[in-house]
């Protein structure tokens, strides 16, 4: 069974920002595509950043140019730099894999973008 564990949230200033981490157990972490997710509330859960096992990244255009995805398969670690922090950043944020199937999902790490 997988476990994620997401780190690194917290209350940041408008153009601020924060780095986000996700431990992954396991031993098979560096074949899967991860990927970032955000909910905000009353809103659906949200694919933000994908990284490949080849390092291959993509993004959605909301958040293409500040936010950058990044991945240490040494330490089981997936990372998300997220630069020039907006309000409408504020969620909870989750890592998973980039595609089905999920596993399950950890508890997220919030973020609050507020002046």
């Known amino acids: 069974q997988v476990q994620l564990v997401e780190s690194g949230g917290g209350l940041v200033q408008p153009g601020g920002s924060l780095r986000l981490s996700c431990a992954v157990s396991?031993?098979?972490?560096?074949?899967?595509?991860m990927g970032w997710y955000r909910q905000a509330p009353g809103n659906q859960r949200e694919l933000v950043a994908t990284?490949?096992?080849?390092?291959?990244?993509n993004y959605v255009d909301s958040v293409n140019g500040r936010f950058t995805i990044s991945r240490d398969n040494a330490k089981n670690t997936v990372y998300l730099q997220m630069n020039s922090l907006k309000p409408e950043d504020t969620a909870v944020y989750y890592c998973?894999?980039?595609?089905?199937?999920?596993?399950?999902w950890g508890q997220g790490t919030q973020v609050t973008v507020s002046s």
């Open positions: 998973n894999r980039a595609e089905k199937p999920f596993f399950s």
């Open positions: 396991g031993n098979v972490f560096s074949i899967y595509a």
């Open positions: 990284i490949t096992s080849g390092n291959t990244t």
